[in-house]
Nanobody, 121 residues
């Protein structure tokens, strides 16, 4: 069974950091472009960051650029999202997504179930 499992969410104060993990089960994440999405209550799901397969090109939403970093650990079949200088507006459920193509475009092929990130003092 092909699955993406996220972890690492939690409650953190503004200015703090968290590292989210997305582990692939049943398939090799290196062959997929990987993305992190987030969805806040009452808001649409938005793409936060992407890392392509192959060359590993990355891109970020303007709201997180310079604060978040997406990267892979192939040996652990895991994709991470390092989140620094967190703000209350980063509060959301964060989802991992996999695309069976060279870029994070079009239909997502696999979704994780999400992990809650809450930023509050």
């Amino acid at each position: 069974q092909l699955q993406l499992v996220e972890s690492g969410g939690g409650l953190v104060q503004p200015g703090g950091s968290l590292r989210l993990s997305c582990v692939g089960s049943g398939f090799m994440l290196d062959y997929y472009s990987m993305s992190w999405f987030r969805q806040a209550p009452g808001e649409e799901r938005e793409e936060v960051s992407c890392i392509s397969t192959g060359a590993g090109y990355t891109n970020y939403a303007h709201s997180v650029e310079g604060r978040f970093t997406i990267f892979r650990d192939s040996a652990k079949n895991t994709v991470y999202l390092q989140m620094n200088n967190l703000k209350p507006e980063d509060t959301a459920v964060y989802y991992c997504a996999a695309y069976a193509r060279a870029s994070c475009e079009g239909r997502v092929d696999y979704w994780g179930r999400g992990t809650q990130v809450s930023v509050s003092s």
